[in-house]
């Protein structure tokens, strides 16, 4: 499989936030958010051919409990389930990060969720609006994982209009408990991660959701391998 890097870091976003993990990025996307902030594993997907046994080994010598397996969309490739199964086999405690429209079957003790809405969808010059959009809603795919898996759901907010779009989005699956809902300020750079932030922790709090600061962007600011 194609990977873009493997690291040793602190979660920075949503429940686990602060605890040292492992994270293990797959190259590839079938979306093209214009504010992706992993651009190499999308737009200019970059990385080595990796097996699965070179990226247990590599993973394990780390001697941390969390592994993150995350992108691009660790869903598109098969044999995730087979990586994430092997460490789970030695012990480790599971996060994948998805956008949720692919669907596979593997071993996870958290599945977080990035659903993208329509202020992800990238400008129509790129070519990829219309394939962004008839890609990024899968309601089959959100049912089944936060069904069967323990799981968050982190939305990214660029502007105060969105917080209507995330209630819209959660009303269509009432079974979603708003406590694990997340608000994510759009941002890469520490000044306006911090200014999305000022307003993002109150009008999430109104309606019984989280702010969830990018503690990475604090800490590295935009820095790749953090
Ligand atoms: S889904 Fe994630 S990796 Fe894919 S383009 Fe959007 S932000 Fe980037």
Redesign the pocket.
């Known amino acids: 499989m194609r990977i873009a890097e493997v690291f040793h870091s602190i979660q920075g976003e949503g429940r686990l936030t602060g605890v040292p993990s492992v994270f293990i990025r797959t190259s590839g996307?079938n979306?093209?958010?214009w504010?992706?902030?992993?651009p190499y594993?999308?737009w200019n997907p970059e990385g080595e051919e990796r097996t699965v046994h070179s990226l247990v080994e590599e993973t394990t010598a780390f001697h941390c409990g969390h592994v993150v397996i995350t992108?691009?969309?660790p869903m598109l490739v098969k044999d995730v389930a087979d990586l994430a199964a092997r460490l789970k086999d030695a012990g480790k405690h599971i996060t994948i990060e998805t956008?949720g429209t692919v669907d596979l079957n593997l071993p996870a003790d958290l599945m977080s969720i990035?659903p993208?809405r329509a202020n992800?969808t990238p400008n129509p010059d790129t070519g990829w609006a219309e394939r962004h959009d008839a890609r990024r809603h899968r309601p089959d795919v959100i049912n089944r994982l936060t069904t069967d898996y323990d799981y968050q759901l982190k939305f990214v907010v660029d502007r105060p209009d969105d917080l209507d779009d995330v209630a819209k989005y959660l009303e269509e699956f009432p079974h979603l408990d708003p406590a694990r809902v997340y608000l994510m300020p759009q941002a890469i750079d520490r000044n306006p991660h911090a200014e999305k932030c000022a307003w993002l922790g109150d009008a999430a709090e109104k309606r019984g959701w989280k702010l969830c600061r990018r503690l990475h962007i604090e800490l590295f600011g935009n820095k790749r391998g953090t």
């Open positions: 996307c979306l093209r958010c504010f992706c902030d992993t594993t999308s992108g691009g969309e956008a990035s993208k992800s």
